[in-house]
């Protein structure tokens, strides 16, 4: 075959499902959520309502984009097709950056849950043994990837089934030695809302974290076998199951124990579902729900690595990186990429060995900054499209987001709204003292790149190819 190798189509319908579960259950709900529930208590709930909402509208306008441009860079190539090859540009390298990031996040959370077990346990240790692990798994055919992560995203929504439903007992039956709860911690300790209003804004910010990864799927398309069929009905899934366990999980928790336990002031020490049931006296069971946190973990931080990785392939097609990130293996892995793709393993080895469980949160400020950028870039995508198709006389998409324009808008200006209060947020300084620089120099390299020999015939080449 002429021209360059491709990436392979192998992924089917029920594993690009389970890759974005993957991606999007990971430390957000499950060590994350301690941190939402620390500023807005029970309330906490309506915060992972809204915010599931949000993630709805993020995940149906790219499936809107993505069935007519199932190309390699996902939404990335779409800004660039859309808005300009500096939004092509900031989009994909921002958010390969921001999930990097993200990905020596979950490793260091996985750690933090095995010195559940191991209190003295430095932590670096296992994130270097935990990230060589994720790197082998990545370094394999893609259908290894699939098959694996399917089975890696089906052990923690089982578990939270599971978590739910043991929970929903407790609260209205009771369970041997332990009295029924009811619902009285939702109103006891402070009220529903202990924290007024602004408490809930601030556990929009740590709920919103928790959705970060439903665009998994979107980038899948380049590998799907029917990108038309599978990736809205992957989108629908993914979005609904993630936002039914997220809501009823939240509920759980804030309902078995008073939130100011829960919350343990806000500390990272453990997960609030090991906390749950280990305030229940059920120790046994907290042990298998740390034992999920930390495949849970593993798999996010799996399938952000995959992302990641595609994400570092498609800059290298437009010429937006070096060269050979963009190479594959003759079964059609971007290794290159992914090498490239661990340094964010790295920075969490030495973030962990220098600050600890504290690096957690440094690495969360920065990657809630780079995804939110992202979401807005996405949203003026999906205007763009919406209005360049018409203007051409153009069919619209098979996949129509309900409600745009006026839902997409209410969406960038909540994104808008919750980018502007992190500047607000003690212990998120990170994610600005680095996130402005880092746009600044973003758009400096893009300017040096468009004065490059053959930069312009390079892009459009790779675009033909991928229209066609």
């Given at each position: 075959?002429?021209?360059?190798?491709?990436?392979?189509?192998r992924?089917?319908?029920?594993?690009?499902?389970?890759?974005?579960?993957?991606?999007?259950?990971?430390?957000?709900?499950f060590?994350?959520?301690?941190?939402?529930?620390?500023?807005?208590?029970?309330?906490?709930?309506?915060?992972?309502?809204?915010?599931?909402?949000?993630?709805?509208?993020?995940?149906?306008?790219?499936a809107?984009?993505?069935?007519?441009?199932?190309?390699?860079?996902?939404?990335?190539?779409?800004?660039?097709?859309?808005l300009?090859?500096?939004?092509?540009?900031?989009?994909r390298?921002?958010?390969w950056?921001?999930?990097?990031?993200?990905?020596?996040g979950?490793?260091?959370?996985?750690?933090?849950?095995?010195?559940?077990?191991?209190?003295?346990?430095?932590?670096?240790?296992?994130?270097?043994?935990?990230?060589?692990?994720?790197?082998?798994?990545?370094?394999?055919?893609?259908?290894?990837?699939?098959?694996?992560?399917?089975?890696?995203?089906?052990?923690?929504?089982?578990?939270?089934a599971?978590?739910?439903?043991?929970?929903?007992?407790?609260?209205?039956?009771?369970?041997?030695?332990?009295?029924?709860?009811?619902?009285?911690?939702?109103?006891?300790?402070?009220?529903?809302?202990?924290?007024?209003?602004?408490?809930?804004?601030?556990?929009?910010?740590?709920?919103?974290?928790?959705?970060?990864?439903?665009?998994?799927?979107?980038?899948?398309?380049?590998?799907?076998?029917?990108?038309?069929?599978?990736?809205?009905?992957?989108?629908?899934?993914?979005?609904?199951?993630?936002?039914?366990?997220?809501?009823?999980?939240?509920?759980?928790?804030?309902?078995?124990v008073?939130?100011?336990?829960?919350?343990?002031?806000?500390?990272?020490?453990?997960?609030?579902?090991?906390?749950?049931?280990?305030?229940?006296?059920?120790p046994?069971?907290?042990?298998?729900?740390?034992?999920?946190?930390?495949?849970?973990?593993?798999?996010?931080?799996?399938?952000?690595?995959?992302?990641?990785?595609?994400?570092?392939?498609?800059?290298?097609?437009?010429?937006l990186?070096?060269a050979?990130?963009?190479?594959?293996?003759?079964?059609?892995?971007?290794?290159?990429?992914l090498?490239?793709?661990?340094?964010?393993?790295?920075i969490?080895?030495?973030?962990?060995?220098?600050?600890?469980?504290?690096?957690?949160?440094?690495?969360?400020?920065?990657?809630?900054?780079?995804?939110?950028?992202?979401?807005?870039?996405i949203?003026?995508?999906?205007?763009?499209?919406?209005?360049?198709?018409?203007?051409a006389?153009?069919?619209?998409?098979?996949?129509?987001?309900?409600?745009?324009?006026?839902?997409?808008?209410?969406?960038?200006?909540?994104?808008?709204?919750?980018?502007?209060?992190?500047?607000?947020?003690?212990?998120?300084?990170?994610?600005?003292?680095f996130?402005?620089?880092?746009?600044?120099?973003?758009?400096?390299?893009?300017?040096?790149?468009?004065?490059?020999?053959?930069?312009?015939?390079?892009?459009?080449?790779?675009?033909?190819?991928e229209?066609?």
């Amino acid at each position: 075959m002429d021209g360059p190798p491709e990436l392979s189509r192998r992924l089917k319908s029920r594993q690009l499902a389970m890759i974005g579960i993957g991606g999007a259950i990971g430390t957000g709900l499950f060590l994350g959520s301690t941190l939402a529930i620390s500023n807005a208590g029970p309330a906490t709930i309506v915060a992972y309502i809204l915010c599931g909402l949000v993630a709805m509208v993020i995940a149906w306008a790219l499936a809107e984009m993505v069935v007519v441009h199932p190309e390699a860079g996902a939404f990335g190539a779409i800004a660039h097709r859309y808005l300009g090859g500096w939004a092509g540009f900031v989009v994909r390298w921002t958010y390969w950056a921001g999930q990097v990031i993200a990905v020596g996040g979950e490793v260091i959370a996985a750690g933090i849950y095995l010195q559940y077990w191991w209190p003295q346990l430095p932590l670096w240790i296992p994130v270097v043994l935990l990230s060589a692990v994720i790197l082998v798994v990545n370094a394999v055919t893609v259908s290894f990837f699939g098959s694996l992560e399917y089975w890696f995203s089906m052990v923690k929504v089982t578990a939270i089934a599971v978590f739910v439903v043991l929970g929903f007992v407790l609260i209205f039956f009771g369970l041997p030695g332990q009295p029924a709860t009811g619902f009285g911690n939702l109103t006891s300790h402070g009220g529903f809302l202990p924290n007024g209003i602004g408490g809930l804004g601030l556990a929009m910010i740590f709920s919103l974290f928790s959705y970060i990864g439903t665009e998994v799927v979107s980038v899948t398309a380049a590998e799907s076998k029917d990108p038309a069929r599978d990736i809205p009905r992957a989108a629908r899934k993914m979005v609904l199951r993630v936002g039914f366990f997220y809501v009823l999980a939240i509920i759980v928790i804030v309902s078995i124990v008073p939130w100011t336990v829960a919350a343990q002031g806000g500390t990272l020490d453990a997960s609030p579902f090991v906390k749950v049931f280990a305030a229940a006296n059920i120790p046994a069971a907290a042990g298998v729900m740390n034992f999920v946190v930390i495949t849970a973990a593993l798999s996010s931080a799996n399938t952000n690595l995959y992302v990641t990785t595609r994400m570092a392939h498609s800059l290298a097609l437009h010429r937006l990186a070096p060269a050979w990130a963009g190479r594959l293996t003759s079964s059609g892995v971007p290794r290159n990429a992914l090498a490239l793709s661990a340094v964010g393993m790295a920075i969490a080895a030495v973030l962990s060995a220098q600050s600890n469980s504290q690096a957690y949160l440094v690495i969360f400020g920065v990657s809630i900054f780079a995804a939110i950028v992202v979401w807005i870039l996405i949203m003026l995508s999906h205007f763009a499209f919406r209005i360049r198709r018409r203007r051409a006389g153009l069919p619209p998409s098979p996949v129509r987001l309900l409600g745009a324009p006026v839902t997409s808008g209410v969406t960038t200006v909540f994104l808008l709204a919750v980018l502007v209060s992190t500047f607000f947020v003690p212990g998120l300084g990170p994610a600005w003292q680095f996130g402005i620089p880092f746009f600044v120099l973003l758009l400096l390299v893009y300017g040096a790149l468009r004065l490059r020999p053959g930069h312009h015939e390079a892009t459009s080449a790779v675009t033909a190819r991928e229209t066609a």
